[in-house]
């Protein structure tokens, strides 16, 4: 019974020696598997802007009827893939669908599960793309959102490729079925232009009312108060999440480290793609850089999301 008993302890103390390290492997081939699908998301729209005289995909595509940017929406993916909400079933539409930047792209990644690129704590489905869904057809969940401020750029106008953010888990960790979107949007609408300008507003035609000026980040879902994003930020236990550069280069970046809950100061708005964060890791606020610096009150675009950055 002794020898029993000294067995039972050791194995007791083993595991707890293990499970600690087990955990952590875990945490890191979760860390190893999403920043591979980044990377390799990273390099297919490389590749992709190859063929392309060096310009980035469509983060907004103009609708059939109207003429209107379509900015903020959740297109079909794939463009042609089934099922199409109704108001998404027409020709037009569907080379809409198709001219985004997440289908127009599939030629190059070749398989959907990339685009699946964190882990998913909720997702997010339309009710008239599942009513219409055919029997056994799965739709594929996307989390890697490309940043919508690159639209209609050159290469060429990106300052820092190592830096400049070419895509990343957009909504935190809520996945869209059947759908892609980009995030931040610029803020226009309209037939007019719409292109992310340094030192002014993107568009004559804002979507979004003062203050977004030139560009907003947005969450799919509200906690209970309302007041903040409903799902977290935070991909790994160590309050990070992926992110891949316009070079292609993919690493983890912290999430809600540079806190400043009452907006005083900006210094972190170039280390951290949102200004602040609950206890939980959901998005409450975002960094605001206008015509002379963070904070200026003019024409904000989220800072760390920037063409322009160098650092």
Known sequence: LIELLVVIAIIAILAAILFPV???AKEAAKVTSYLSNHKQMGLSINIYMADTDDMFPLTAVYRPAGGNLGTGLIYPFP?????LDPTWGTPARINMANSFWASSTYPYVKSQAIYNGAVEGSVYDVASDAAGRPAGYVAPHTTIQMNGLLLGLNSSSVASPSVAILAWPGTGSVGLVGRASVNPSLNCSGTVPCQFNPSAAPSTVPSYPAPYGGGIL???????????????????????????RT????????VGTAVDPAFVSFAGCNSDPVAEVTSTGQ????????????GDGSYGYPCY???????
């Open 79 to 83: 463009g042609n893939g089934l099922p």
């Open 22 to 24: 087990f955990a952590k």
């Open 247 to 254: 070079d292609s280069s993919a690493k983890s970046a912290p």
């Open 283 to 294: 998005s409450e606020g975002w960094w605001d850089c206008g015509v002379n610096g963070p």
């Open 218 to 244: 947005f969450c799919l879902t509200l906690n209970s108060a309302g007041s903040a994003c409903g799902e977290s930020y935070w991909m790994f236990g160590s309050h990070r999440l992926p992110m891949v």
């Open 305 to 311: 999301f920037r063409p322009d950055r160098v650092k």
